[in-house]
């Protein structure tokens, strides 16, 4: 008896375990552990993995497998040792973690069809009904809706004439295109051509053709090239001298472009330094974590590629992540370059069919490198030499939704398996990743200077308080005004930056700058329209909006916002014959609107690029001179403990932007605290004191890289049961965990209400809890299996956002 344990595609606690099912002789042998298989489910025709094979089971009625879905093996062995790692690190459900590593595409979507219960008797339907079950038809679910036959089949199916039965629907099919070939030898082509008349012109010159090129091609392109017609070809086909086939082919996004070859550049002796122990490890088939810290400009990306240069030349396969919003065609293009067509790109903008082809040539190992964002860390390669993860420090390399996973502990999980490197890179490495370079877990490997030891640019702090002040309500400082101005009659270009993210509101003074902050976290209060209160979201300390500053008593103290939109229309005001191009979610939303914005912007057909973090990245383009940031102060507000953090980095890269070629840059951040830390030493680009001074607070305030995180969030439509439901967690959680933790709540989340669900959470500060696992899971399991009680309970274990 062959047996398979298959997980279901049913995302529910008591499903969360592989089931076992029958493999039908016809399948014996065929079917392997990694493919998908389309298993009965209760009534139900389901999805699910095969996740190993044995002989003997406890179960007293197998049922039997309906048939795979794959022909080979969608997950090999070391992913779906991964998928169980990833349901134990993420406290996710196993469908989730294995769904999660293959591309949407490969995802089931079902069809509900109606048929006979018991075969051939159509005779016991109403006669209403007959004509579409006869010979075993099948009725489509929805259809028979739209007919308004639902009642009728209803009925039917209840006294038991018909049966409802769910089918398992492929999303996408491969893309097959026509081509042909000659069935005969070279001689016997040339022989042919003999016995056709001269009049049949045509067909000739197609014979003429495969003596050239004795290839198969592409029916259209065929025609097109030959300028002949299908006909012609059909006569060929019929002399049995050519064939016609289908022949599979990939959706290539990048079909319309040539890339330029690249050779590798001889290294900087910084760079050769910063190389050494990279290629070593790869050498000695050596697992090991690289702290790549260097400026931008500094020369990074040139030491990936020539680090994968090593891995190819040794046989093995490289994945590269990137940030999805840095992944423009410009980082794409180096890649590419350097290595052709053996790299596969995988992110966002590429439809499902386009992504499942590149996921496929890795599968079918005909690429050795992926580019991609963060899902890419899941490119089924079996022989990986490297993982690097670009501007390592992103957030958005943290999965919000199950399973909750952050790319970087896949990596290194997945480095170990195979024991080869990893390189994360960045300008301004997160906290975490510095700390462990410290304490030398990571080896940490230096750029501190520019390619030819460019300038960084020259960056100026304005105080937006003075230029109140002064009279000047504008959110254009005057000096950010006059170089403005300076670059439009000089045809330079500018860029102006609106953090978006930071359009939460928190209240501030303007005359000071005071922003009022949580008296326990430090942390900024969010302001609350409605009763006009400001909240902590960490502990659920609440307060009214105060009439006067506290500090300077000024009346000028409210809650703080822009948008893009409105900078716009002021620059229209002050600067009319300034031609302003606008990014942000309203003007990228279609499909390649990103790409073709910047390269109106790159071509100049403006002057200013105005728009959110979405231009803070990958932006390298001769002629920006000026940078502004319109208001530095939006994100550091937020409530989160690593607003700080993210303030540095965005100020820092956005300020990379300028002067990256021979033209000088100049940036301009304006601010209303210009005497915060994280403000000041993003204006002199000072990482290294940064992260002294950070650090201290997050010691002082028990935060990462000091404690880890755990997060318990819970949702009702019931307030009091909510917060009751998370006073229970809490009172547990403190019980099974030692004192040394800190267990934070019930608290008010950021969001504290989405969909009329009133959201709770509970923060759990911690160093080492060997049974805090156990205990979320516990807390899980109990919530999980009681599904009527209403209350949904998710944990996020090192959560990046605490919203
Ligand atoms: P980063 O990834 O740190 O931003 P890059 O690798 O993009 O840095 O390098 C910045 C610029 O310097 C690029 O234009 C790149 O082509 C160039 N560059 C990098 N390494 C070398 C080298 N060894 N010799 C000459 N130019 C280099
Ligand atoms: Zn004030
Ligand atoms: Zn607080």
């Known amino acids: 008896m062959e047996i398979a344990s298959v997980i279901v595609d049913v995302p529910t606690k008591q499903t969360d375990r592989a089931f076992d099912y029958l493999i039908p002789e016809q399948w014996s042998g065929t079917i392997k552990p990694g493919m998908r298989v389309i298993v009965p489910f209760g009534p139900r025709q389901i999805q699910g993995f095969v996740v190993g094979l044995k002989t003997e089971t406890d179960v007293n009625k197998l049922r039997e497998i309906n048939e795979p879905m794959d022909l080979k093996p969608v997950l090999n062995q070391e992913l779906i040792e991964l998928g169980n790692w990833l349901t134990e690190y993420t406290l996710c459900f196993k469908i989730f973690a294995f769904q999660v590593m293959l591309p949407a595409a490969l995802k089931a979507k079902y069809e509900k069809k109606v048929r006979l219960a018991n075969k051939g008797a159509v005779m016991d339907l109403p006669s209403k009904l007959q004509a579409f079950f006869e010979n075993d038809g099948e009725l489509d679910w929805d259809e028979a809706l739209k007919m308004g036959l639902g009642p009728l089949l209803q009925r039917e199916a209840a006294n038991g004439h018909l049966e409802v039965i769910y089918m398992v629907k492929e999303r996408v099919k491969k893309k097959l295109r026509k081509f042909v070939r000659p069935t005969v030898s070279h001689c016997e082509l040339e022989e042919a051509l003999q016995t056709i008349p001269a009049k049949a012109e045509k067909q000739r010159q197609i014979l003429q053709y495969f003596l050239e090129h004795s290839d198969e091609v592409e029916l259209k392109i065929l025609i097109d090239e030959l300028n002949t017609s299908g006909s012609t070809i059909k006569a060929l086909i019929e002399k049995k001298l050519l064939v016609e086939f289908d022949k599979e082919v990939y959706r290539d996004p990048f079909a319309h472009r040539t890339f330029e070859r690249t050779k590798p550049l001889p290294l900087t002796d910084a760079q050769a330094q910063a190389i050494g122990p990279i290629l070593h490890s790869i050498e000695q088939d050596r697992h090991e974590v690289f702290l790549l810290y260097g400026v931008t400009g500094s020369g990074k990306t040139e030491i990936y590629l020539q680090s994968i ?6 046989g093995q396969e490289a994945i590269v992540l990137v940030p999805e919003i840095a992944l423009t065609p410009q980082m794409v293009h180096r890649f590419k370059g350097r290595f052709g067509n053996l790299v596969a790109v995988l992110h966002s903008g590429l439809s499902a069919g386009e992504k499942y082809d590149e996921w496929r040539k890795i599968q ?25 993860i670009d501007e390592e420090h992103e957030t958005s390399y943290k999965q919000e939704e199950m399973p909750r996973y952050h790319a970087r502990d896949v990596a290194i999980k997945r480095a170990k398996t195979y024991n080869c490197p990893v390189v994360l890179g960045s300008a301004t490495p997160s906290l975490e990743s510095f700390a462990r370079a410290q304490k030398k877990v990571y080896q940490l490997l230096s750029l501190p200077n520019r390619m030819n030891n460019q300038e960084l640019p020259a960056v100026e702090i304005i105080d937006m308080r003075e230029e109140l002040r002064d009279g000047n309500r504008s959110m254009f400082s005057r000096k950010l005004f006059e170089l403005l101005q300076d670059r439009l009659e000089k045809k ?4 102006l930056f609106l953090n978006k993210r930071g359009h939460s509101s928190f209240v501030m003074c303007r005359d000071c700058g005071y922003v009022v902050n949580c008296p326990n976290c430090d942390i900024s209060l969010t302001y609350h329209r409605v009763n006009e209160q400001m909240k902590c979201h960490y502990c659920g300390y609440e307060s009214t909006v105060p009439k006067n500053c506290p500090e300077c008593n000024s009346e000028y103290i409210r809650y703080f916002g822009t948008g893009t939109q409105k900078v716009e229309e002021e620059l229209g005001k002050i600067l009319p014959e300034a031609r302003v191009i606008r990014m942000d979610v309203d003007t990228t939303g279609r499909k390649g609107a990103h790409e073709r ?7 100049g057909k403006a002057d200013i690029l105005l728009g959110t973090q979405m231009i803070a990245k990958g932006l390298d383009f001769p002629n920006i001179t000026l940078v502004g940031v319109l208001s530095a102060d939006t994100m550091l507000h937020l409530p989160d403990f690593r607003a700080s953090e993210k303030t540095f980095q965005l100020l820092t890269q956005v300020s990379g932007r300028a002067g990256r070629h021979q033209l000088p840059g100049e940036v301009v951040i304006q601010t209303y605290t210009p005497e915060h830390y994280s403000i000041e030493l993003a204006g002199r680009q000072d990482y290294d004191l940064f992260y002294q001074r950070e650090m201290l607070i997050r010691k002082l305030h028990h935060y990462p890289p000091f404690y880890y995180l755990a997060l318990i969030t819970v949702s009702h439509e019931n307030l009091i049961k909510v917060v009751s439901a998370t006073e229970k967690m809490v009172n547990y959680v403190r019980s099974q965990i030692s004192d040394k933790a800190v267990v934070l709540g019930p608290a008010a989340s950021s969001i504290p209400r989405i969909n009329n669900r009133y959201r709770y959470q509970c923060l759990i500060k911690y160093k080492r809890e060997p049974n805090l696992t156990k205990t979320l899971k516990t807390i899980l399991d109990q919530y999980q299996k009681d599904a009527r009680s209403g209350l949904l309970v998710s944990i996020d274990v090192n959560p990046v956002i605490l919203m």
Do not use: H, N
């Not at 240069?309 to 040794?314: A, C, H, P, R, Y």
């Not at 914005?597 to 071509?603: E, N, P, R, T």
């Open 364 to 388: 079918r190992k005909e690429v050795k490198v992926v580019v991609g964002a963060r899902s890419a860390i899941f490119a089924p390669f079996e022989d990986i030499g490297i993982i690097i």
């Open 309 to 314: 240069q090593e891995v190819i030349e040794k």
């Open 492 to 495: 330079q270009q500018s860029v």
């Open 597 to 603: 914005l910047l390269s109106d912007f790159k071509d």
